[in-house]
């Protein structure tokens, strides 16, 4: 019951960086590895909010970093034509400096016995268990702006958004700034994925330097195991799926890693062979219906 606890907790966080690897993956169709980096900026940001005192104005400057950081990439690939991937690169690769800047060079930044949304949470709350409010303060983070997010795409802005990643030169040609549209699309997905950083920081009770490695992994084999299960009929659903997705992900990585079936260790390589899999079952999907197909022809051949 821990684990599942646990996992849905942590599940919830991450679902919040799902929402926004979809939005440039899926919605924009833009390679961004920016996430590496932004995800660390807001557990920096806010870290060194709350350790300030401000863990609520922390989470809020967290997304306003992230949302900067993509915007920097949004203008690398518009303005200077550089290329999507080497766009998130180099912010990703400018924000290791910046991440330490913030969190007073040094590697990492504790948040023991620091007021944050969680603890507050359970002093106003003090009938529930702990890990009870863990849940009910990262399931009302998740609700919330996943709420937030599926109201913006169906904004004029998020039309736009979707649009510009659907075909660029035809809302070019409808009058549509396609640039402004590709950064702030970037910055709103960064925005979200600086929250489930932020977040993540005060569930955990720390921000770390090297929490950012690999991070876009989780983000992608979140986005794709929802669209296994849900489809890619929509905006709506899709982004609703990133969120089961990110849940589901924990779960999964929990029950290998607590049935010994893979040390801890090997946690990056299970988050690549989830990722793998899951691309793969629509190939797997059409081959499968290719070989019936061509079955059943040779069938009816041999029955002529």
Request: proline share 2%; aromatic share 8%.
């Amino acid at each position: 019951m821990t684990l599942l606890i646990g996992s849905l907790q942590l599940g919830l966080i991450y679902s919040l960086l799902a929402l926004g690897v979809y939005v440039t993956f899926r919605i924009l169709n833009t390679p961004d590895l920016t996430a590496d980096g932004s995800f660390v900026l807001g557990m920096a940001v806010c870290a060194a909010m709350t350790t300030a005192g401000h863990p609520y104005l922390g989470i809020v400057l967290a997304i306003v970093a992230g949302a900067l950081a993509g915007s920097v990439t949004g203008l690398f690939q518009t303005a200077l034509g550089i290329h999507p991937i080497l766009s998130g690169i180099l912010t990703m690769s400018g924000l290791y400096s910046v991440n330490l800047l913030i969190l007073g060079n040094r590697s990492n930044l504790s948040l023991i016995g620091v007021d944050t949304a969680f603890s507050i949470a359970q002093l106003l709350l003090p009938s529930l268990s702990k890990q009870a409010v863990l849940l009910l303060v990262s399931l009302a983070f998740c609700i919330v702006f996943s709420i937030i997010l599926i109201w913006l795409m169906n904004t004029h802005l998020g039309l736009c958004v979707r649009a510009t990643g659907n075909n660029p030169h035809m809302v070019s040609a409808s009058s549509i700034d396609v640039s402004r549209t590709k950064v702030t699309a970037l910055a709103i997905a960064n925005g979200f994925v600086a929250l489930s950083g932020a977040v993540l920081a005060q569930y955990q009770g720390y921000a770390d330097i090297s929490s950012g490695t690999g991070i876009i992994t989780i983000g992608l084999a979140s986005v794709i195991i929802g669209e296994v299960f849900f489809g890619r009929k929509s905006v709506t659903i899709g982004l609703l799926g990133a969120v089961f997705g990110g849940v589901l992900y924990r779960l999964i990585v929990a029950l290998a890693l607590q049935n010994d079936i893979f040390p801890a260790y090997m946690l990056k390589l299970v988050s690549a062979m989830i990722v793998v899999l899951a691309l793969s079952i629509p190939r797997c999907k059409s081959a499968m219906a290719y070989y019936k197909i061509r079955k059943e022809a040779m069938a009816d051949a041999q029955a002529q």
